[in-house]
């Protein structure tokens, strides 16, 4: 998802620690899919309750919350409004995907292929109006502020850190920058080993920020130049150029200044390209919101998690108390935030 300009980026690993009494703007749809994705059974088959329902994304932001409350850390998750029009096209196409990666998955577990399974399982994932609302009843019972975005919610949250209302994006994805987000974290949603894709290969995980300021002056562009980068490259709006990846996109643009020059040279069009670097560079985003953070309601997240979905009592009550206090002589109680 998002524009595939990562290789250009410059990524500096961090700890937990190091983001300790920072407000985190984690873009929730982002992190809701990481969930559904890697919390699964071996089969690939997502966690659920006695009714079926799926509950993977309860489960990652109940514990993964919990881990970052006892790190300092102060999320504030930001939810996806009404998609632009010209996103119609990629969303589609996503779609297409989920749906052929859903019949892939049936097929390897009817063959008894666990590892093709789990693969095909993760590329199934969709967050529908169910897991969202779910997910934001859930967050509110644990105290946990979260902002409805009236289009995207990268934009809205890069809009929050250039405000210096919170410190950093929370996201996988690049797009962050394009919507002008000074400093983003990645893989806050889950550290650890990671299997690559086919391979028999594991790799660590770990926290790591980017800074859009470094990264500008190591490529010698501006802002708007990166977006033209990304468009060349493509993204959630458009197809990118014939055979232009990153390296090469960027090669075009410090030589031409920017994208129209380089499409001129091409002797190609990108359709709505004007539109394309106006949803970038001035977003629609609100200012109405409030954050605040408030003690967790044991009583609804025994209610809602134990009863409703089938979670482990003990483990609730655990989860809700290092969300009450954190343990360790150095840390802040969540008493101070408040």
């Not at 983001?19 to 088959?45: E, P």
């Amino acid at each position: 998802m998002g524009t595939d300009i990562g290789d250009l980026l410059q990524k500096r690993k961090i700890e937990l620690s190091d983001l300790s009494n920072r407000v985190v703007a984690v873009d929730a749809f982002n992190t809701l899919h990481q969930f559904l994705s890697i919390i699964r059974q071996r089969d690939g088959s997502p966690l659920v309750n006695s009714r079926g329902k799926v509950t993977s994304h309860l489960s990652g932001l109940l514990y993964r919350t919990a881990s970052l409350i006892e790190a300092g850390i102060k999320p504030v998750f930001i939810f996806d409004g009404k998609p632009p029009d010209l996103k119609s096209e990629t969303l589609s196409r996503r779609k297409e995907v989920r749906e052929t990666s859903r019949e892939k998955w049936a097929n390897a577990k009817a063959e008894g292929d666990l590892e093709a399974a789990y693969k095909y399982a993760q590329a199934s994932s969709k967050v529908d109006h169910e897991i969202v609302e779910d997910s934001k009843y859930l967050l509110g019972i644990m105290g946990i502020p979260w902002i409805q975005a009236p289009c995207e919610g990268e934009a809205q949250a890069a809009h929050m850190v250039l405000k210096k209302d919170a410190d950093y994006v929370a996201s996988q994805d690049y797009d962050s920058f394009l919507f002008g987000a000074p400093k983003v974290v990645r893989n806050m949603a889950v550290t650890g080993k990671r299997k690559l894709p086919g391979k028999n290969v594991y790799v660590d995980v770990k926290l790591e920020v980017i800074d859009l300021e470094e990264t500008l002056r190591a490529l010698g562009v501006n802002r708007n130049q990166l977006i033209d980068i990304a468009i060349c490259v493509g993204t959630d709006y458009n197809k990118g150029l014939e055979k232009v990846g990153p390296k090469t996109a960027l090669k075009l643009i410090k030589k031409h200044g920017d994208i129209h020059a380089v499409l001129r040279e091409k002797e190609v069009e990108i359709e709505g390209l004007d539109r394309i670097r106006e949803l970038f560079i001035h977003p629609e985003v609100t200012d109405n919101y409030e954050i605040k953070w408030t003690k967790p309601d044991s009583e609804k997240l025994i209610k809602f998690l134990s009863e409703k979905n089938d979670f482990s009592a003990e483990r609730v009550e655990k989860a809700a108390e290092r969300l009450k206090a954190v343990s360790g002589a150095r840390q802040k109680t969540l008493d101070q935030w408040f």
